[in-house]
């Protein structure tokens, strides 16, 4: 009775694993970059990230400079306009 429940457990369980996987595969694959800003002990980062893929850094900024609101939201600008063009690029490009 063990042997036929650990069995049908081993049957059902590629199935569902191989399910999992393709989900998984596409949710990354329809995945779409976006901004993120990140404190470091260097200084502020300002970056692209996508799951699956390396984060492209836009930009690293000093928190002690007088003019940081500016150049965070100009970095900040500059990041969302490159995460559009990625974004409408990969969609052109999926089938």
């Given at each position: 009775?063990i ?16 399910i ?76």
């Amino acid at each position: 009775m063990i042997s036929y429940g650990v069995m049908m457990l081993a049957v059902v369980s590629v199935p569902v694993t191989a399910i999992w996987a393709r989900r998984a595969r596409r949710r990354r694959e329809l995945a779409e970059w976006r901004v993120a800003i990140r404190a470091t002990p260097q200084g502020t980062v300002v970056e692209l990230v996508r799951p699956g893929e390396h984060s492209q850094r836009i930009g690293k900024l000093d928190p002690a400079d007088e003019e940081f609101s500016t150049k965070l939201e100009d970095a900040r600008s500059a990041a969302l306009e490159r995460a559009v063009a990625l974004n409408v690029a990969r969609r052109d490009l999926t089938p």
